[in-house]
């Protein structure tokens, strides 16, 4: 959410459904701290959710904002009352994370988007307390030239474990005449070593096309941070922000998910791909 003043907080509403009659909290559910955590001064956005098994809670990463750029800060909580924060854990310029539901070797597994020169492309990195991070690695590389996905890529909800690997939804930016477009592209991940991308679609799956999606505070842009898993284990309800104005809904199929990138997805051998 955003206040008037522009700065925004994290808000939860509530549904016994996931489809409407939402409860929204009156007052924000986590609010920027600047007295203590300074890169909030602006205000925190972007939250991926994971409930992590072994903590017995939900990790949230977040972008933290400040005059030093947007930055990824990690709170913890078990019900969305009180919260357990961590602060910054990826400096600035950096964004769209999420942290691996277990731990891969022992280590913990935060996926993230730095921004370095023109490009914008997916990392990796492990730690073994969440706070002070390493062994970062490239595992997706924004493409160039005339792509959907050129020059700048990110998560966007967090990866689905399944048997055949870690799904990944990830949105691309195309700039052209007439400003950017958000949409979003699929890949699939190694389980045991989630820096190795397995598959990826040349083309993207979901894009800007109702008028809710194509006009609003910024134009063309879709940008799913959440999403949940029916107990089917195959309907998912993905949960994103349309025109950066209002929030809408998609469903979809893991398995259909899977099946497209095995059939049209291609493999890969090294992140430039």
Not at 127 to 148: Q, T
Not at 160 to 188: F, M, P
Not at 206 to 220: I, L, N, R, T
Request: glycine share 10%.
């Amino acid at each position: 959410m955003e206040d008037r003043r522009g700065h925004s907080h994290l808000c939860a509403a509530r549904s016994s459904n996931g489809i409407d009659h939402w409860q929204i909290d009156a007052q924000p559910t986590l609010a920027p701290d600047p007295d203590h955590f300074p890169d909030e001064l602006w205000g925190i956005e972007d939250p991926r959710i994971t409930y992590v098994p072994e903590l017995g809670q939900y990790a949230i990463t977040y972008t933290a904002y400040a005059n030093g750029g947007p930055c990824v800060a990690l709170a913890l909580t078990k019900d969305f009352h009180s919260f357990e924060r961590y602060g910054v854990i990826m400096q600035p310029e950096d964004k769209d994370a999420a942290l691996l539901p277990h731990r891969i070797n022992g280590q913990w597994a935060l996926i993230h988007r730095p921004l370095g020169g023109l490009n914008a492309h997916m990392w990796l990195s492990y730690s073994s307390d969440l706070r002070n991070w390493g062994g970062h690695k490239k595992i997706l590389e924004a493409r160039l030239g005339g792509w959907w996905d050129a020059n700048k890529i990110g998560l966007s909800s967090p990866p689905i474990e399944t048997s055949q690997g870690w799904l990944v939804i990830y949105h691309g930016v195309k700039d052209n005449a007439s400003g950017c477009i958000y949409r979003l592209g699929l890949a699939l991940f190694d389980l045991n070593e989630p820096e190795r991308c397995l598959k990826r679609g040349d083309e993207w799956v979901f894009a800007p096309e109702q008028p809710y999606e194509q006009y609003g505070d910024v134009d063309k842009v879709i940008f799913p941070c959440g999403h949940t898993l029916a107990s089917d284990g195959d309907t998912l309800r993905i949960y994103y922000g349309a025109a950066d104005t209002s929030i809408a809904m998609a469903t979809g199929s893991v398995r259909a998910m899977l099946q497209w990138l095995q059939e049209r997805g291609k493999e890969q051998s090294d992140p430039n791909l």
